[in-house]
């Protein structure tokens, strides 16, 4: 697997001690100082440093998103530039549209949204999804176990067949 934003990379080290192959990064890995989360922790398993563009030269395994930020666009960059790289499968652990994982991009990319969440409700912080193509298709969802108040699930996604691509105006007009 590839960890992006593997933070501390302890799921990464508990993947590896189940013996799964995992190379993991981090635009700042800690015990960098400029990791916001993590300044100052000893990490669990080997972070390289790196961000959405390191996806490109790991295609060719599957892509591990845990709790990625709120409201940034890396973790969308990284899931659109793995697509076109001709990355296989996408698991994503965290939560759904308007949670405290990923931006909104992010979700719609993932095919999660079925309308524009900002058009449709007038939300004025969230970025517009209109026109973003749902590249990839959910194949699997599990709940894990979680903090008390977190919706935390395990998602797995694989490319969306040309036929099940849709941006999220034409899925909203198809759920109308
Ligand atoms: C909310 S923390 C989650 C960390 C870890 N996945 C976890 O669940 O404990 C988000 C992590 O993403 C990293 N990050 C932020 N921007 C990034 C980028 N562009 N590329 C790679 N990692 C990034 C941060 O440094 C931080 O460690």
């Keep these: 697997m590839l960890e992006l934003g593997a933070g501390t990379g302890y799921w990464a080290a508990l993947l590896a001690r189940r ?5 993991a990064y981090d635009v700042a890995p800690p ?3 400029a990791n916001a989360w993590f300044a100052g922790v000893q990490p669990w398993h080997h972070i390289h440093p790196g961000d959405e563009r390191v996806v490109e030269k790991w295609a060719e395994r599957s892509l591990l998103l845990v709790w ?8 969308s960059d990284a ?3 793995y697509h ?7 698991v ?10 990923g931006d909104s991009g992010f979700h719609a990319r993932l095919g999660e949204t079925a309308a524009c969440i900002a058009c449709t409700y007038g939300v ?43 941006s999220s105006r034409r899925r909203e007009r198809r759920n109308r």
């Design 19 to 23: 013996g799964v192959d995992v190379v």
């Design 31 to 33: 015990p960098s100082l």
């Design 68 to 75: 990625p930020t709120r409201n940034e666009t890396w973790a």
């Design 79 to 81: 899931v659109d530039r």
């Design 84 to 90: 076109a790289a001709g990355g296989h499968h996408v």
């Design 92 to 101: 994503f652990v965290g939560e759904g549209p308007g949670g405290r994982t």
């Design 124 to 166: 004025a912080d969230m970025a517009c999804t209109c026109g973003i193509d749902a590249h990839w298709t959910r194949t699997f969802r599990t709940a894990l176990p979680r903090w008390d108040g977190a919706e935390t699930m395990l998602h797995v996604y694989e490319p969306a067949r040309a036929d099940e691509r849709s």
